[in-house]
């Protein structure tokens, strides 16, 4: 049997205005144990992808500020999810689309310039780009130094680290990525976000949008009609 995919969607929350600011869509692939994250992001057909993106952004659109969605660089450079992520803007809109450029596993590399040329394309059609889990794997600053022009917001993702939040080294991690937020003007949203003094420590640090299990774990997005995705 072909697998089944489908989109869950988890809350960002801004603890400043007190309001849902956007949703981040995390594609989960059926198995007999239930929904899980997919045994390999670069087996989904990028038409599938496509498709079910264009279906859960319907059902989203005008409810936040922000539609975020991962992609990878191999996806990012594959021209049916590039066309899918432009049809998602324009039919989302006012609402933004944020591409989340993530390191997961690509079968090719691709130098910097044609991912900026793809970014540019993107932030020329209304969409954002939001730079996935920086200060670990390969997004240390240096990396992804030459991107930050075309980047609206930058996600640190505290469970990626065996530190606890209130260790100093993981509060100069923090601090750290939040002056380059300062620096760039970018929007920063913390990940990992599990109880009320990670909650309260953010707050002191100043970062308002926050996403975690602390305010809603990722749920099945609901979609108007039964529908099929398969592999």
Not at 7 to 27: C, D, S
Not at 114 to 137: C, K, N, T
Not at 190 to 204: A, F, H, R, T, V
Request: net charge negative; hydrophobic share 40%.
């Amino acid at each position: 049997m072909n697998p089944t995919y489908r989109f869950f969607v988890q809350p960002q929350v801004n603890t400043l205005t007190k309001t849902i600011a956007g949703y981040e869509l995390l594609i989960r692939q059926q198995t007999a144990a239930g929904w899980r994250l997919p045994a390999s992001f670069t087996a989904i057909d990028p038409v599938v992808f496509a498709d079910l993106l264009i279906q859960a952004t319907k059902v989203l659109g005008n409810k936040v500020q922000h539609c975020s969605v991962n992609i990878s660089r191999q996806q990012l450079m594959t021209t049916t999810i590039a066309q899918a992520l432009i049809q998602c803007q324009i039919q989302l809109y006012p609402t933004k689309l944020v591409v989340e450029l993530t390191e997961d596993e690509s079968t090719e590399d691709y130098c910097t310039d044609a991912v900026l040329a793809h970014l540019e394309m993107f932030v020329q059609h209304g969409i954002e780009v939001s730079l996935d889990d920086v200060g670990s794997g390969e997004n240390y600053f240096t990396e992804i130094r030459d991107l930050l022009p075309y980047v609206s917001e930058i996600k640190f993702a505290l469970q990626n680290f065996k530190q606890h939040f209130q260790d100093p080294e993981m509060l100069r991690r923090v601090r750290f990525w939040r002056a380059i937020s300062n620096e760039y003007a970018l929007r920063m949203v913390l990940e990992g976000i599990e109880d009320q003094p990670d909650n309260q420590l953010s707050n002191q640090l100043g970062i308002g949008v926050k996403q975690g299990y602390y305010f809603g774990k990722p749920r099945l997005l609901q979609l108007p009609a039964k529908t099929t995705y398969c592999a």
